[in-house]
């Protein structure tokens, strides 16, 4: 069972705040990681991805990954309400299998 | 262009009935996905085709047939489906080989069994 873990939440963050969100996953021979956002009724739209351990920024979202932790975050500096959404974390193995965590339920309060 | 797009946007069908979805893409991506999500829950893989082959089916019941006529197109046919299989039915498409191989969604499909 390749397991990919996130914390359900909801989590609730004024405007302006920076959101931390954090996932985890148990198959070390995930090969690339992804962030996705979903709003209700929509699908999920990519907002960013890593491979390499360390940090990628682009523009208020930055992602984490630690592969010796098992670790992936996304921290989204400046909230808006507009980020209120679910936000999963998604996993690809050397298969081209994708894992996606139970997601977080954000909240940006104005 | 970063499009998969996905018709009907809507279907309602009874326990009888055939009916098929499709999904397309124009990004040559050679791996596409099928996922059945319902409601507050993440996407569950269904099946994968890479290079137009099925790789992938995570033991989807026979209900649920998938077709790929080409390296753009993914059908799912249904047939005798049951209430439990209403859910979100969303169509992604990736790059295959080395590198991150980002997915990308369709909107989806509303499927309501009756």
């Known amino acids: 069972q390749k397991e990919v873990e996130q914390n359900s939440g909801p989590l609730s963050v004024p405007e302006g705040a920076i959101a931390s969100l954090n996932c985890t996953y148990s198959?070390?021979?995930?090969?690339?990681f992804f962030w996705y956002r979903q709003y209700s009724g929509k699908s999920p739209e990519l907002i960013m991805f890593?491979?390499?351990?360390g940090d990628k920024e682009d523009g208020r979202f930055t992602a984490q990954l630690n592969k010796a932790s098992q670790y992936v975050s996304l921290l989204i500096r400046d909230s808006q309400p507009s980020d209120s959404a679910t936000y999963l974390c998604?996993?690809?193995?050397?298969?081209?299998?994708?894992?996606f965590g139970t997601g977080t339920s954000l909240t940006v309060i104005p | 262009d970063t499009e998969v797009t996905q018709t009907p946007k809507h279907l309602v069908m009874g326990m009888t009935n055939k009916k098929s979805l499709k999904c397309e893409q124009h990004?040559?991506?050679?791996?596409m996905y099928w996922y059945k999500q319902k409601a507050k829950k993440p996407p569950e893989l269904m099946f994968v085709?890479?290079?137009?082959?099925?790789?992938i089916n995570e033991s989807v019941p026979s209900r649920f047939s998938p077709e790929c006529p080409n390296s753009s197109l993914l059908n799912l046919h249904l047939h005798a489906l049951q209430p439990e299989d209403s859910a979100l039915y969303l169509c992604?498409?990736?790059?295959?080989?080395?590198?991150?191989?980002?997915?990308?969604f369709g909107p989806g499909t509303r499927l309501t069994v009756l």
């Open positions: 992604a498409s990736s790059q295959e080989g080395q590198g991150p191989n980002e997915q990308f």
């Open positions: 198959d070390r021979g995930s090969q690339s």
């Open positions: 890593i491979y390499s351990n």
């Open positions: 998604a996993v690809r193995n050397t298969g081209n299998q994708f894992y």
């Open positions: 990004m040559g991506h050679r791996a």
């Open positions: 085709y890479s290079y137009e082959k099925l790789s």
